[in-house]
């Protein structure tokens, strides 16, 4: 009997899920993963965590070996192999090997498109230069270390204010260097409610950050060794040894495209609920494709690993002749600026007005543990409700140790479209070193029930 033959394209985070999922669900399929970079299976998210030496062994950010991948897996990798062209009625995607230049095409029956994201650029003269950086490869993450363990940098400029921008602040101030972090907008973190916001520039400067709103970058100066020394801006010019920039991410779409496989209005692959693309046999996953929010039930772009890894296995496994679902997110995000943290779940008070709720909020801030015992932190809780269905439809949360599971106990609430007054009635923990005897999500759920 003829084997299935499944390709997938890309090897990061989705592709080797995908690729796994589908030899496990089909244990006779013939399952090959291309990727272009030398290394699959990487752990970026913690890529951070390596460059300021929390994590003290990078090799560790590698989850998967492509030798392992193989033998533990039972997946054929090819590294450094680029897929070029996908053409679907012909069941082929032409290949090129990057070391030897060679082409070569592979037939499948199914085809797993997982080519992830690239970062956005800013497009100023100096982006080049060897002292620039993104974070968003294994090349780029050893890079980095590697220039700040040879050079030592004193100063530092992050361009962008998203949620990787406020962990290398951090991971840069580890390293001892001093760090300006421009952003184009007032406050940092779109996305997040305005006192969230405010709270992360305090936390920042706090912490010796130089926070420096609307700022546009206009060059980057180079020296005579291709080294920027200085970013120009409309707010003044930054002297620098070192820049990162932060400035999001785009889904990689070209090969999907040419392929007239549907895009969707956030310029996102678009998929079914099995991750099945416009064109039968053709799947996709991860930070390539957009996903449904299953509060608003609108498609939205999210590049997240947690949502990448889920689509994977659903692609994965109905590739392999199962049948899987993924039927959305509702963004759950959290990010540690310092002593902070930081975490939203569910939509913003602002999307939820542009997307037809009759909108409530509730902000509270409340002691995390019992008052009386020693370690103890304040956690701020905004419940953002709709008056209408009292459903609860999204919340920020700011504070210290704790504050990340709280929003993840919201999140369950948000995604299962409970009502404020069911938050009101959950069976929370009550011990001295963990809660007190009203959880703040509780505090917080009784005194938005009001406004209800
Ligand atoms: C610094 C940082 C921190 C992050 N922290 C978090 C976090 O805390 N939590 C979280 O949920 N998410 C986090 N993310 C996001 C997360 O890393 C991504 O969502 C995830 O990597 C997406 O995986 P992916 O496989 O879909 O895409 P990608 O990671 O973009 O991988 C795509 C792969 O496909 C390859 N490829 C592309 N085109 C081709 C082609 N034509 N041929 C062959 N190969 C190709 C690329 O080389 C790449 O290796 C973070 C990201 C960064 C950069």
Same mark, same amino acid.
């Given at each position: %009997?003829?084997?299935?033959?499944? =390709? ?23 399952? $090959? ?7 699959? !299976? ?7 965590? &390596?460059? !300021? ?7 560790? =950010? ?102 990787? @921008? ?12 001093? %760090? ?13 409610? *305005? /006192? ?8 920042? *400067? ?10 546009? %970058? ?38 999907? /495209?040419?392929?007239?496989?549907? =895009? @969707? ?26 996903? /449904? ?31 899987? $679902? ?18 939203? %779940? @569910? ?6 007005? *542009? ?21 103890? !932190?304040?956690? $701020? ?5 709709? /008056? ?16 990340? !599971?709280? &929003? ?12 404020? *007054? ?31």
């Amino acid at each position: %009997v003829k084997r299935l033959r499944i =390709l997938v394209i890309g090897g990061l985070a989705a592709g080797p899920s995908a690729a796994a999922k589908a030899a496990r669900t089909n244990p006779r399929a013939e399952v $090959t993963l291309f990727e272009q970079t030398d290394t699959v !299976s990487y752990g970026l998210c913690e890529a951070p965590y &390596a460059i !300021s030496g929390e994590v003290l062994d990078e090799k560790k =950010l590698v989850v998967y070996t492509p030798e392992r991948l193989q033998t533990e897996k039972g997946i054929v990798v090819k590294t450094l192999h680029r897929v070029e062209k996908i053409f679907p009625t012909k069941h082929e995607i032409r290949v090129r090997d990057v070391r030897s230049g060679d082409v070569v095409s592979y037939e499948f029956d199914k085809l797993i498109i997982t080519t992830g994201s690239s970062p956005r650029r800013l497009n100023v003269e100096g982006e080049d230069s060897r002292n620039v950086f993104h974070v968003s490869s294994r090349e780029d993450t050893l890079n980095i270390m590697k220039y700040i363990d040879s050079e030592h940098p004193k100063n530092a400029v992050i361009i962008g204010g998203g949620y990787i @921008g406020m962990e290398m602040s951090e991971s840069l101030r580890k390293r001892e260097m001093d %760090v300006a972090l421009l952003h184009r907008h007032k406050l940092p973190m779109a996305g997040l409610e *305005e /006192k969230t916001r405010e709270r992360v520039v305090e936390e920042l *400067e706090n912490n010796g950050v130089r926070f420096i709103t609307n700022a546009r %970058v206009d060059a980057l100066l180079q020296d005579a060794s291709r080294k920027v020394v200085s970013v120009h801006t409309n707010k003044g010019s930054y002297e620098t040894d070192l820049v990162i920039l932060s400035l999001g991410v785009t889904p990689n779409v070209a090969l999907a /495209k040419d392929a007239r496989i549907r =895009l @969707g209005l956030t310029g996102a692959i678009s998929t079914d609920q099995r991750q099945q693309t416009n064109i039968d046999n053709i799947y996709s996953a991860g930070d390539c494709c957009e996903v /449904k929010n299953v509060v608003t039930g609108k498609p939205m772009y999210i590049p997240l690993a947690t949502i990448a890894s889920r689509q994977a296995w659903v692609a994965g496994e109905n590739a392999a002749g199962g049948k899987a $679902t993924f039927t959305g997110a509702i963004r759950a995000i959290a990010v540690r600026v310092f002593g902070l943290e930081v975490a939203q %779940v @569910g939509i913003s008070s602002d999307e939820a007005r *542009e997307a037809g709720f009759d909108v409530a909020t509730q902000e509270i801030t409340a002691w995390s543990k019992v008052g009386i015992m020693p370690d103890n !932190s304040r956690v $701020t809780v905004k419940l953002i409700m709709d /008056k209408r269905s009292k459903r609860v439809l999204g919340a920020n949360l700011f504070g210290g140790n704790g504050t990340t !599971s709280r &929003a993840n106990t919201l999140g369950v609430a948000i995604q299962y479209k409970m009502t404020v *007054e069911d938050v009101s009635r959950f069976d929370m923990i009550y011990a001295p070193p963990f809660a007190p005897l009203w959880d703040p999500i509780l505090i917080a759920a009784n005194e938005g029930k009001k406004k209800m």
